[in-house]
Structures are given as C-alpha cells and as structure tokens.
C-alpha cells in the first residue's frame, strides 16, 4: 500500500503502518511565526522547509512530511505584533517530545528541517537530550535547509549575505510557492545599520540576536532585512531546488557518516 499522500497528516493509520515496514524517514518542517516585513505572511519560515521537504519526500520516495511546528524561538522579533513564540525550555522539551514519540511509532530517521535560524542550536540539543531515550538504531537531528547550498549559491539567495530575513531570497520563494500571500505594493528594502568591525565574524551576530530579545525590533524600522523588491517566482523555483540539492546532499552524508564514523 503506497500512501495517497507524503504528508503524514493526510494518511490513514494503516498507510503509516504500510509505509514503516520499508522505510523510516520523516521530515518535521520547524518553522517560526513571526513578523516577514510590511509583504511577507508570519509563516513564511515555515511554509519553505515544509514545501522543500514535500519535494524532497517526492522525489525520493522514502519519506513522509509531518505536520510543521509553527511556534518556535522568535524572541529577537519581540516588539512587532507577530511575535509569537515558545520559551527556550518549552520548546526543546518540544523538539525532545516529537522525537521520542516519532521513534517510538517506528521512525529511525527523525529529521527536523528547520526554516528559521533562531532555533539552530536549541535544536540539535534538544535532539541530544532525547538520544538516550531513542530505540536502537533511531537517530533525531536537525538540519537547516540551507546547510548544503554551496556558498556562491547562498550568496545569490541572499543577496550576498545582506539580505537575511524578508528580503529577495525568502520573498522570492513564498511567490513560487504561495504567491497570494506577497503584498506587491508594500514590497520594500531596508539593511540593518552593522558598524565596520575588525573580526567581521558569525559570532557578532550570535552574541547580539540570539541573547537579545527584541534585537531584530531594535534594529529594523519595517522587519525587513533586504531588499524584496528584487524576488520574483522564477528566482524563488531556483532557490527552492537549490534547497532541496542541498537536503537530498546532506541526507546522503548524515547517512555515510553514520555509517562509516564510528569506530566502537
């Protein structure tokens, strides 16, 4: 029996059972609701790795989607009207839940596929507290979409780094995929004022946004960070597949690595 669907919520019980006889993978979208500028839905960070793991499962055939968490680490966003949100606790306690429960239905790839940067790291801790409970052979770990896009590619997607949240990049794929959802007419651009620095390093920002609530607030005066008057349909089709290489790449690594890495 083949599901009618790879989206694990429009399956009947008797289809998942089916299903996990011959295979085990599933893709839990994270996502985040929270501000995307004055054009872009609260729930773009999650409709685009919920859409990227669709064509994955497609494509591939072994996997099914489950329902996408929507409410995640937004706390940077704290001062815009759409910032809704979990506490760091309640959402890894989150994250550890799903996974002993998707393992426990017979899962042994729990693969949450996040969307919004925030949750980065409270994800893959979340995924190390509940490794001890996992069955033998069951693994839960998180990747971001993006993770395996070459970097020349990413900085296309992302207007060479500068455009990190409602900008060409994320907007350009909500119009390939729900291009309903834009308001054309507010489409705007605006870069956060970053001062020179002397390391130019990751961790700046790591320090600054993700121990600062209301830091993204503070420092934007629309929520955009980019320029979304650059997106169109044609180039969000080319960062969607980009992001579905980039899984499909990255799923065949996780799986060599676990194989092949441990030596007892």
């Keep these: 029996m083949t599901p009618k669907s790879v989206f694990l919520a429009e399956i009947t019980n008797l289809e ?3 299903f996990l006889k011959k295979h085990h993978t599933v893709y839990v979208p994270v996502g985040a609701t929270e501000q995307h500028g004055p054009h ?3 729930s773009t960070d999650v409709l685009i790795p919920q859409e990227i793991a669709r064509r994955v499962a497609e494509q591939q055939g072994d996997a099914l989607v489950a329902p996408a968490l929507p409410y995640t680490l937004s706390y940077p966003h704290r001062g815009f009207a759409c910032e809704f949100s979990l506490s760091i606790e309640t959402f890894m306690a989150t994250i550890k839940e799903l996974a002993i429960s998707f393992a426990r239905a017979g899962f042994k790839r729990i693969v949450f596929l996040n969307g919004h940067y925030d949750n980065t790291y409270a994800l893959a801790y979340a995924c190390a507290q509940a490794a001890e409970q996992l069955p033998e052979g069951a693994k839960a770990f998180p990747f971001n979409y993006w ?7 990413w900085a296309q997607a992302t207007e060479n780094g500068k455009g990190l949240h409602a900008g060409d990049g994320e907007v350009s794929m909500i119009l390939a995929i729900r291009p309903d959802l834009i308001d054309k007419d507010q489409l705007n651009t605006e870069f956060p004022n970053f001062p020179e620095t002397k390391t130019k390093s990751p961790a700046l920002h790591t320090a600054f946004f993700f121990s600062a609530p209301g830091s993204v607030y503070a420092m934007t005066k629309s929520g955009t960070w980019g320029d979304a ?4 349909a044609e180039k969000g089709e080319q960062f969607l597949q980009w992001g579905v290489e980039s899984v499909v790449d990255l799923m065949a690594d996780i799986e060599k690595t676990f194989r092949e890495l441990p030596v007892r």
């Excluded at 008057?229 to 169109?232: D, I, S, Y």
């Design 147 to 153: 993770d395996g896009i070459p970097a020349e590619r």
């Design 229 to 232: 008057t650059l997106a169109t």
């Design 40 to 42: 872009s839905p609260v």
């Design 16 to 18: 998942l059972e089916q």
